[in-house]
């Protein structure tokens, strides 16, 4: 079985930001799980990455993060990202499937 991993960015508000960054972390926070949820339920495995603090640059954390767990596929996205398949999509002709979205993407980087 090929084994898909998901991680999903999703840095907290700085430490005295104010209420307007915490709301917005809030909400953030929110839909990194319900994306989560919805990746696990297709299969996936999936991993939210909260501490984003250090001095190691967004390559060096992605290579550790995937070197560490070795997947077949890989979907990184913040948590702020958009839903991919909502509800009432009638153009959802691949029904989530990975076989589907891995075409898609591939037919995208072709145009």
């Known amino acids: 079985m090929t084994r898909v991993d998901v991680i999903i960015f999703h840095p907290r508000a700085a430490s005295g930001a104010g209420p307007?960054?915490?709301a917005f972390a809030a909400?953030?926070?929110r839909n990194a799980q319900r994306?989560?949820?919805g990746f696990?339920?297709?299969?996936?495995e999936v991993t939210v990455v909260e501490?984003?603090?250090g001095n190691a640059s967004f390559?060096?954390?992605?290579?550790?993060?995937?070197?560490?767990?070795?997947?077949?596929?890989?979907?990184?996205?913040g948590s702020g990202?958009?839903?991919?398949?909502?509800?009432?999509?009638?153009?959802?002709k691949f029904e989530k499937s990975w076989t589907g979205f891995a075409a898609?993407?591939?037919?995208a980087i072709r145009r």
């Open 20 to 22: 307007l960054s915490d």
């Open 51 to 53: 501490d984003l603090e």
């Open 35 to 37: 994306q989560a949820l």
């Open 27 to 29: 909400i953030r926070g």
């Open 104 to 107: 898609l993407l591939d037919e």
């Open 59 to 77: 390559g060096r954390r992605v290579r550790d993060l995937v070197g560490a767990i070795a997947p077949d596929g890989l979907v990184l996205l």
């Open 81 to 92: 990202s958009v839903q991919w398949w909502p509800r009432g999509n009638k153009a959802n």
């Open 40 to 44: 696990r339920q297709g299969g996936a």
